[in-house]
């Protein structure tokens, strides 16, 4: 089985303005998490994103999009990224204001990848 926070440290050694990163199951619960600014709630702010990707999933499904991706959402406080790891999981990334978001993309894809093969 794979080491998941050895996973959410891969993408944070990229990146120079993580906030906190967690794998999180569709139910809102995180697997496990990686929080580098204590004032991020990672757990109430899983439990609060997946209601909402669920509910923008089955629209995205019903409008024959396909199943949703990734998303990215922009606050004054800073970026929060969502990367799907298989059907049941996704990664949450989330950066400070003005945090590079296209490279947090990026890693995030290339460890969904990869986890998505291991879980």
Known sequence: MI???HSLRRVCNHLDDVRG???VGMDGLVVEELQLDPLT????????LSVVLKGLGETVSS???GQ???LQIGTEEGVILVQGVG????FMLVL???GNSGRGRFYLQLEADRVATEI
């Open 41 to 48: 709630d990672l757990s109430t702010l899983a439990a609060e």
């Open 87 to 90: 059907s049941e999981y996704f």
């Open 96 to 98: 400070k204001p003005g």
């Open 68 to 70: 949703l991706e990734n």
């Open 21 to 23: 990163i967690a794998l």
């Open 3 to 5: 080491e998941l926070v």
């Open 63 to 65: 409008c024959s999009m």
